[in-house]
């Protein structure tokens, strides 16, 4: 069975700049997870879907940041324009149900120049 | 103050040691977990515990709830098991994480 995958493992970009991260969960978990690990600091919670919905976005650090999860399938979160500050590690995690085990992703990580 | 500490954030190790791990936490929880990310590695759940003690291979987490603690142990430690130790709380839909324990085991 497939992990959690995500896409890209790294991108690098200029500030002001666009990118798109990508999320496929395993197959049949409703529970999809972002979380951001920004550098020396403890991975926080940015958003929590319940199949398509957003169920929790208190995460989310400002409207730079979009996430979206059409179909109940994959998400994606959109940063728009990047900031130096953006820069970190962006991890994805998935689960069948609520407060069943979570099943990260290797994590994209993304540096703003 | 974070709502979820470890201690240590640093720790070495000779191979063949007994390590431990401390969590301490300041929240209600639905249940803690233990996770292991190796450099440039992705994240691994070691356990999920609400209770009591779990024990796999040689790892052995407990928790201690009216105490708001928790331990991860390795017996036997190996240079395999260098990585990032991370306790995380499940609190209301989502995950609060500590900053890492990194370890460090040498030959």
């Known amino acids: 069975e497939a992990g959690v995958t995500q896409f890209p493992s790294h991108s690098v970009i200029e500030k002001g700049q666009t990118v798109t991260l990508r999320c496929d969960p395993i197959s049949g978990h409703d529970n999809l997870y972002w979380y951001r690990r920004v550098m020396g600091k403890e991975i926080k919670f940015l958003l929590h879907?319940?199949?398509?919905?957003?169920?929790?976005e208190s995460g989310m650090p400002n409207n730079r940041f979009l996430a979206e999860r059409t179909g109940g399938t994959y998400s994606t979160l959109k940063v728009q324009p990047a900031e130096l500050e953006d820069s970190g590690v962006y991890f994805c995690a998935s689960s069948q149900s609520l407060n069943t085990e979570a099943f990260f992703g290797q994590g994209t990580r993304l540096t703003v120049v | 103050k974070n709502e979820v500490e470890q201690s240590p954030q640093n720790l070495t190790a000779q191979e063949g040691e007994f390590i431990t791990i401390n969590c301490s936490y300041s929240?209600?929880?639905?249940?803690l977990h233990w996770l292991q990310q190796h450099p440039g590695g992705g994240i691994v759940s070691l356990f999920m515990?609400?209770?009591g003690k779990k024990k796999h291979g040689r790892l052995i987490a407990t928790i201690n709830i009216q105490e708001k603690h928790s331990s991860l142990h390795i017996t036997a430690s190996h240079p395999r098991d260098s990585a990032v130790y991370i306790c995380a709380v499940g609190n209301t839909d989502k995950l609060i994480f500590g900053t890492g324990t990194r370890l460090q085991v040498f030959p």
């Open positions: 515990l609400s209770s």
């Open positions: 879907f319940v199949k398509e919905s957003k169920q929790d």
């Open positions: 929240v209600g929880i639905s249940a």
